[in-house]
């Protein structure tokens, strides 16, 4: 079972897919909604240990769903994180502002996450979160490059395990579309093959009925042949009769 359960509100499905993966290795279960509206929704209806928002958002936008959060008795506690690609100072300033418990950049840094993510689950202070808020420039801009690599190597593992993925339910389906189309070419060879034999059947039964007509028709002719043979044999015995009359 699950440690926790995150939502992840982004209206880009890549990013949800991206970081549900990362959540999955903390041992995180999640779900991605694609608006704020339906975000507030399902934080009303399930429970949730932490919140990832993109600041766009069609609709109401992320800042404006952190404060409908934070303005709400029975969610104010849950940590919420900006998911974007915002990482300003002044932007992270507005997102404490707004009550934020940090700002996390899509291309996250997986280890920094992780760890902020254990220290959320062990109520603790996430002080070292990703892109955390209150962090100086000068900390942000020593850390930024080695971040900016981590990030897209966490998103290029994810995205080439995704395509490992598609290929391997790609494959899968290949196999079930020969397997069916095997099993429709047998059925129609099955098809086939009754249909044959049905004909040499039929057109045997047709042959042995036309021998039997012949045979009936042979006889017919046979005791005709007779009956004439025997009107001949009267006709002769007649003539005879007036043969010898006239004598």
Partial sequence: ?????????????????????????ADLSSRGVATAEEGLERLRQETFDLVFLDHLLPGMD????????????????????????????????????????????????RDQLLTTIEAILADEPAEAGLFPIGQSGQELTEQSSTRRMTGRLATLEIAYEETH????????????????????????????????????????????????????????????????????????SLVDLVEVGRE
């Fill in 1 to 25: 079972m699950a440690r926790g359960h995150a939502l992840i509100v982004d209206d880009s499905s890549t990013a949800r897919i991206i970081l549900a993966r990362l959540l999955e290795r």
């Fill in 62 to 109: 992320g800042f404006e769903a952190l404060d409908a959060i934070k303005a709400d008795p029975e969610l104010r506690h849950i940590p919420v994180f900006m998911y974007t690609s915002q990482s300003a100072e002044r932007y992270r300033r507005d997102a404490k502002a707004h009550g934020a418990a940090g700002v996390i950049g899509k291309q996250v840094d």
């Fill in 165 to 236: 993925d598609e290929l391997r339910h790609l494959r899968q389906s290949l196999a079930r579309m020969e397997a069916l189309h095997q099993e429709h070419l047998d059925l129609r060879h099955r098809r086939l093959k009754w249909l044959t034999l049905g004909s040499v059947a039929g057109l045997t039964g047709v042959v042995l009925l036309f021998g039997m007509e012949l045979r009936d028709l042979s006889v017919v002719m046979e005791s005709v042949n007779g009956q004439l043979t025997v009107m001949q044999e009267i006709v002769g």
